[in-house]
DNA sequence: GAGTTTGAAACT
DNA sequence: CAGTTTCAAACTC
């Protein structure tokens, strides 16, 4: 398995260390309950003072196992999987050190797993026996990670009762002082105990042995969580369906994943029916449930559609790519494989902020993490060949896989999920359901993505409607591998959109693949500019965007889009990137981490980390590191013949040609708005209008024949001033009276014809 | 757009 | 840790 230096998890940015979200992921392969349970020995927390990453496991799923695990290479964790029906047990090996080492690198809410190392781990899965629910969690720096793994060595299937605490895999959140521990039943069904806050999430995945019953996946949210009883324990999976578990004293919000056997397609469809956007920066307790079902090899040949519902019950997003077997191939092809959707659950860095992603037998999916906290990565992978990765419907041969976790933080501006194929992970054959159903094709599972790297030339154009940021990268060596990386305000946008399609074939047929997204919307007020605005495209000529020169680099993203050459900071050079982002935290730990630290909640504490060291500039021209964040020097800086202070007059005088001139755009804009209106609104005008105090009226009322009646009507009051012998004055006064009122008259009328009209049109 | 200035990052 | 060099962005013309 994969290593994370201790520095590395130290530099965890705090969002990943407000993480306090707990998944489990159960699933079951029988009509019958199927319990299940990943644990992870004591060991496996490594050292007290050591950071752990996050490990999550799901056990006993052929889905690609999620962890994350603290560099500790004299430490050893093992995820212990077992089976529930045949009790076997296959054990990850957490801690072990791997000839491939996973990188990861975690800075600015941002960490980079590299390097799928899957060989150890399979072995190692298949050693002892244990537990079969992992669940890990991040602890802050310097603050030991508290992982409480009963040896529930329950292997009991059916919804044994979790009221056992004994039974249950406790993981709490190293260091914090408001950790939940969590239970899980041997359902693989996690409740939280005393989480005041926490969350738990559970995507229990049944396939069911008939086609044509339909897959649901019950997303469980229970909040608040003092006790854990019975009841929420014992959520039954029954016949291909998981029955959430409700905590007692909770209601339950489930978001239920619906696999239609009569169409390929999946759909989330959130029972609450209530979408709430997910802001990562402010919103706590969110909860990102990406669902991501890869097509098994039995349809690896058959394009999907793959609707992705988003929907967000009780902030929760759901962004589900179905598997979309069809039945058809689930008989003629290895069944059992297809129906296993394999889940990941993942937590996401902040409070309560989860990401869960379901995947499919074969699929995998890694967790990418840059330096910086602006992205986040998650790559699929896709089974690579026989094997290793095609078992035998023993549930004992059941491979693990390498899938690394993905953690997203909740500070994530941006998100990035680069989907490749994983030649060198090993996948896991997706356990039989059923006995008779336990063969599994032995052709190389030709494990489709998503986005195929190889057809990324054809499905670039498909995701023509993705945000800006995203990048599609062909994978180094032409190699099957390729990226699709995504702002994370993609992901926002799928929080917000009632549906988005992942289309995915291996001819990309459907290069509709699209992903339907909605315009940036607002984030917590900011706008989704301000929020998650590109990156300013670099230019560097010498650095190779390796060092922190480059703003790409030094913010943890890739160069996307930028004018710089001999580029490395690539997803096409991640070993020397991952050695860059290395070198530079051995440098400076704290290279990759915000330089301006964040004010506490509108104060004005914001302050250069290092402070800036200008000589020339007074520290007014964006040479100064605190001007530039539009922050005052303060005493930890070196500069000389600062001008950046409170009093400055310089800076006063400079404030206020900024403020002036930004009025004058404003000013500027709004008038040139206004005129544009009024153009636009004198060419849409079809008719003159006279104006009528509150409004234009078409003057075509008056009409010859108004003008007639008018003159008529003046004449006549006139002929009457006459007969009644009125003095002239009078008489005009008469005169000039009838002509209000038929001026009054015809404005009425007008008036009246107008509101008529714009009723007619409305 | 080319050249200069500037200061952070990298290096010694 | 200080001095120097490198680098890319900011700035000027």
């Not at 032995?442 to 990324?456: D, E, K, V, W, Y």
């Not at 099957?480 to 995504?486: I, P, Q, S, T």
């Not at 929020?531 to 230019?539: H, M």
């Not at 509101?755 to 409305?762: L, R």
């Amino acid at each position: 398995m994969d290593v994370v230096s201790p520095e590395l998890n130290s530099l965890l940015p705090d969002e990943i260390m407000d993480m306090e979200s707990i998944e489990d992921v159960a699933q079951s392969s029988q009509d019958v309950p199927v319990a299940m349970e990943t644990d992870t020995t004591p060991e496996s927390v490594g050292s007290s003072t050591e950071r752990v990453g996050v490990a999550v496991s799901a056990s006993g799923l052929p889905s690609p196992l999620v962890s994350l695990r603290p560099a500790l290479d004299t430490s050893t964790a093992t995820t212990k999987t077992t089976d529930s029906i045949t009790g076997t047990t296959v054990t990850t090996s957490a801690l072990q050190k791997l000839a491939v080492p996973l990188s990861i690198s975690a800075a600015n809410h941002q960490i980079i797993l590299n390097k799928v190392a899957s060989a150890q781990a399979t072995e190692a899965a298949r050693s002892a026996g244990g537990q079969k629910l992992l669940v890990t969690t991040i602890g802050k720096t310097g603050q030991p990670i508290v992982l409480q793994l009963p040896h529930s060595a329950t292997k009991s299937g059916g919804a044994a009762g979790v009221a056992d605490a004994k039974s249950i895999k406790l993981v709490t959140i190293g260091g914090r002082s408001d950790l939940k521990p969590v239970v899980g039943s041997t359902t693989g069904q996690v409740a939280a105990l005393q989480g005041q806050q926490l969350k738990t999430v559970q995507i229990a995945k049944k396939t069911p042995v008939s086609s044509t019953a339909p897959i649901k996946f019950i997303i469980n949210k229970p909040v608040n969580s003092k006790a854990l009883s019975p009841q929420t324990s014992g959520a039954p999976v029954i016949a291909g369906r998981v029955l959430a578990q409700n905590s007692p004293t909770m209601p339950q919000r489930p978001i239920t994943l619906t696999d239609s056997p009569h169409n390929t397609t999946i759909s989330i469809q959130s029972i609450a029916g209530k979408k709430i956007a997910i802001s990562p920066l402010k919103t706590p307790s969110k909860v990102t449930v990406v669902s991501v079902a890869s097509p098994t090899s039995g349809a690896a040949q058959k394009s999907m559609t793959l609707p992705v519902s988003v929907a967000l019950s009780q902030q929760i997003l759901s962004m589900q790519q179905s598997t979309a077997v069809s039945p058809v191939k689930v008989a003629t092809s290895q069944a059992a494989a297809q129906n296993i959707k394999p889940v990941q659950s993942v937590a996401v860095g902040g409070s309560q902020f989860k990401t869960i992603i379901p995947l499919a037998a074969q699929s995998n999916l890694q967790q990418i993490q840059v330096p910086g906290s602006r992205f986040h990565y998650v790559r699929l992978v896709t089974a690579t060949t026989a094997s290793g990765a095609i078992q035998s419907s023993a549930p004992s041969s059941s491979a693990v896989q390498t899938a690394k976790p993905m953690v997203v933080s909740t500070g994530a501006v941006r998100m990035s999920v680069p989907i490749v194929t994983a030649q060198t992970v090993k996948q896991v054959a997706p356990k039989p359901l059923t006995s008779g159903a336990q063969v599994v094709s032995g052709t190389p599972s030709q494990q489709r993505l998503i986005m195929p790297a190889t057809a990324l030339p054809q499905i670039q154009p498909n995701f023509a409607n993705l945000p800006p940021g995203t990048v599609l990268a062909p994978a180094p060596g032409g190699g099957n591998v390729g990226y699709a990386v995504l702002p994370a305000q993609y992901v926002t946008q799928l929080q917000q959109a009632p549906i988005v399609t992942l289309a995915n074939n291996s001819a990309f047929p459907t290069a509709s693949a699209a992903v339907q997204t909605q315009a940036r919307l607002p984030l917590n007020g900011m706008s989704a500019e301000a929020t998650s605005r590109p990156r300013k495209p670099c230019n560097c000529t010498k650095s190779q965007c390796l060092k922190l020169y480059c703003d790409c680099f030094a913010n943890g993203e890739f160069c996307n889009n930028c004018n710089c050459n001999n580029c490395f900071n690539n997803l096409e050079h991640e070993a020397e990137r991952s050695k860059a982002i290395k070198t530079c935290l051995d440098r400076n730990p704290e290279a990759f981490k915000p330089k301006i630290g964040k004010g506490k909640e509108g104060e004005s504490d914001r302050r250069h980390s290092k402070g800036c060291n200008c000589k020339r500039s007074g520290c007014l021209k964006n040479y100064c590191e605190c001007y530039e964040a539009k922050i005052m020097c303060s005493s930890i800086c070196k500069c000389v013949g600062c001008k950046n202070f409170e009093e400055s007059p310089e800076r006063k005088t400079l404030m206020h040609l900024a403020d002036a001139a930004e009025v004058r755009v404003q000013q500027q804009t709004a008038a040139k708005t206004k005129l544009s209106s009024q153009i636009s609104d004198l060419l849409m005008r079809t008719t003159p209008v006279i104006s009528s105090g509150g409004g234009r009226l078409p003057y075509t009322f008056v009409t010859k024949e108004v003008l007639e009646a008018t003159c008529e009507c003046l004449l006549e009051q006139a002929k009457r001033a006459e007969q009644t012998r009125q003095p002239q004055a009078e008489a005009e006064r008469l005169i000039l009276e009838e002509f209000g009122h038929c001026l009054m008259r015809i404005i009425n009328s007008a008036g009246k014809a107008k509101a008529d009209f714009a009723a007619i049109n409305s």
